[in-house]
């Protein structure tokens, strides 16, 4: 059974920071891209980051040199680190394991991120 479960959301203060976390379980977690999306109210879910299986990293203009992705495959976790957090980064953020070679697609329940101004 595969599982995605996200941790690390909470309320900070705009200028404050986060670090998200999720493991993957029921996956062979090296081979696949792993990606963080958010789902603001009333928006679609938009790709925030993603790392390939090579720690290649892809991010969302928006958060470029203010959030940073990471993978431990030792630990089957893909990390989110976001600093100066403001009040447009307020989403649930999703995790996503993606494996293309076998149409593997996978998603966690998501974490809130509440940033107050």
């Known amino acids: 059974q595969v599982q995605l479960v996200e941790s690390g959301g909470g309320l900070v203060q705009a200028g404050g920071s986060l670090r998200l976390s999720c493991a993957a379980s029921?996956?062979?977690?090296?081979?696949?891209?792993m990606g963080w999306y958010r789902q603001a109210p009333g928006n679609q879910r938009e790709l925030v980051a993603t790392?390939?299986?090579?720690?290649?990293?892809n991010y969302t203009n928006s958060v470029k040199g203010r959030f940073f992705i990471s993978r431990d495959n030792a630990k089957n976790t893909v990390y989110l680190q976001m600093n100066s957090l403001k009040p447009e980064d307020t989403a649930v953020y999703y995790c996503?394991?993606?494996?293309?070679?076998?149409?593997?697609?996978?998603w966690g329940q998501g974490t809130q991120v509440t940033v107050s101004s």
């Open positions: 996503n394991a993606v494996r293309l070679s076998v149409r593997n697609d996978y």
């Open positions: 029921g996956i062979m977690f090296r081979f696949y891209r």
């Open positions: 790392i390939t299986s090579s720690s290649s990293t």
